[in-house]
């Protein structure tokens, strides 16, 4: 799938815990690693032939000449403790790769046995059958329908933004993560020492009516509001959590970062009955504008640099279900998005001799005329 490192890298960076301006790395970064690791592992065994490994003269295993590769990353896959995954992403279905790796290769002591009997035998059988399992036609099929539901969403909200910049010249951008109060030393402590982690602070039910009671204050309380995505999370430190993109029209307020701390704090005081919390990302638009990569506040129709770093972030919210997806009946969809605007002129604004989508696509045509007279 294309874009997956970059969706990957998103999803181990919304693992970070974000309090007072500071954030802390934990075990479900370590967790977003492996899964990927395994992924990777598995799409280059499907386009690998040879054996694995043979048995060298000292009586241990080496890695054939043309295999070096996947046996580093095949060992490197081994030291995931996949129940361990489990345990930090209890309710969520993972990629079909890394499911089918699950599978195949949860006794892990038993291929570790192998290894230190240096049974090359044994261990190429393992290896080959997993191989088989991923090629054959049933599996391909799931792969395909798994890319391509990551795929419709990714286009999809794509179209979506570009129809807000086709209706409106600047769009102000604000970008919220609701969570819910959680005591992360004690949900530490447990996930390592226990057999679980402390019950979540909500229900699934109740984070849906959250969810529509948060849609139905901004829908009322802010008349700029244009549009919205949203997508519902699970982790075992945060819990049930929400990301939110809201476009407002930039032709009619300012100040964001105000508005989406008067957001956050409805949702904490209000929504939530004091349960709640959030992180106010457009506080941070300095660390972003440093790495290149504001997509937030005053966004202009035709300014490439910010409409790129918006939709990066937008396609994550769509496409990390490749990796990962919540599984919670009770919370009905998990992603969501506003009913695009009907093409039209802007309200105001200078007149554009033609839309967003037009300027993107040409935009596009002479990268790639470049591209090809460079080559």
């Known amino acids: 799938m294309k874009g997956k490192n970059k969706i990957a890298s998103q999803w181990q960076s919304s693992t ?27 799409i280059m065994l499907i386009h690998h032939n040879s054996d694995l490994v043979e048995k060298a003269l000292n009586n ?5 000449p043309n295999s070096k590769s996947l ?10 403790d996949l129940a361990f995954v ?6 969520h279905r993972f990629s079909p790769y890394y499911e089918l790796y699950e599978q195949r290769m949860g006794d892990r002591l038993k291929i570790l046995a ?3 009997d240096a049974d090359a035998d044994g261990l190429n059988k393992v290896v080959a059958t997993l191989r088989r399992a991923a090629r054959a036609d049933a599996f391909r099929k799931q792969i395909d329908k798994h890319e391509r539901a990551a795929r419709k969403n990714g286009n999809s909200v794509r179209r979506y933004i570009r129809a807000l910049f086709d209706r409106y010249s600047r769009l102000r951008v604000i970008r919220l993560d609701l969570t819910y109060q959680r005591k992360y030393v004690e949900t530490a402590y447990r996930l390592l020492k226990e057999d679980s982690a402390p019950p979540d602070p909500v229900t699934a039910t109740e984070v849906a009516q959250h969810r529509d009671a948060f849609l139905e204050h901004i829908r009322k309380s802010y008349p700029s509001l244009v549009g919205y995505i949203w997508k519902i999370e699970h982790g075992v ?3 049930f959590h929400m990301h939110w993109i809201i476009f407002l029209n930039g032709h009619e307020v300012m100040q964001d970062r105000t508005i989406a701390q008067a957001m956050g704090n409805h949702w904490a005081t209000h929504i939530t009955n004091e349960r709640g919390s959030y992180w106010n990302v457009n506080a941070q638009k300095g660390n972003y504008e440093r790495l290149g990569m504001l997509g937030i506040g005053e966004v202009n129709w035709d300014d490439e640099d910010k409409r790129r770093a918006l939709e990066r972030v937008a396609l994550y919210l769509a496409k990390v279900d490749y990796f990962i997806r919540l599984k919670a009946p009770s919370l009905g969809r998990i992603f969501g998005k506003g009913v695009a605007p009907k093409y039209g002129h802007s309200r105001l604004g200078r007149p554009r001799s033609r839309s967003v989508s037009e300027h993107h696509t040409r935009r596009s045509n002479h ?9």
């Open 60 to 64: 241990r295993l080496m890695a054939l």
């Open 367 to 375: 990268r790639d005329v470049a591209t090809s007279e460079q080559s």
């Open 114 to 116: 192998l290894i230190h």
């Open 86 to 91: 489990r345990k930090v992403f209890p309710q």
């Open 16 to 42: 970070i815990l974000q309090e007072n301006g500071m954030g802390c790395a934990t075990e479900e970064m370590d967790c977003t690693t492996s899964v990927r690791q395994i992924d990777d592992f598995m």
């Open 237 to 239: 430190y945060k819990s």
């Open 71 to 80: 046996y580093s990353t095949f060992m490197t896959c081994l030291r995931t």
